[in-house]
């Protein structure tokens, strides 16, 4: 199974009701939402989502007039003990892996981190990981 993962990038303007209406648009088509992250400037946001249809969802916000893609991304289960995310960063950083964003996934089961490297690193980035004993979900 592949490790790589499809992340639903929408972008919002940075206003009032604006996630609240995206949210309730999935919400009301079954969409569940497995981890979610804003990132905002001053007029506009990134809202990056994990969810468990991204074709549906995609669908839905691209017909109600949002503006979405999808960006890969990979994920990897975190202990609960201190050190467990730096040693994931030191094993990207030893080979020279640029990480462009990360943020986390957590549920009753397990605690991830979502990466976002350039698409070029990417296979380089899971083969280090695998490497290092690292477990990368292949599905959230």
Known sequence: MSKILKQLSVFVENKKGELSDITTLLASNNISISSINL??????????????????????????????????????????????FNSVIKALAKENINIEYTYTLSNAKIGAFIFKVSDRELNHAIKTLEKEGVNLLVEI
């Not at 839905?60 to 609960?80: Q, Y």
């Open 39 to 84: 990132s905002d400037a001053s007029d506009f946001g990134i809202l990056r989502l994990m969810v468990n249809d991204n074709e549906k969802a995609k669908s839905i916000l691209d017909e109600a007039g949002f503006s979405s893609r999808f960006t890969d991304v990979f994920a990897v289960e975190v202990s609960d003990h201190v050190g467990s």
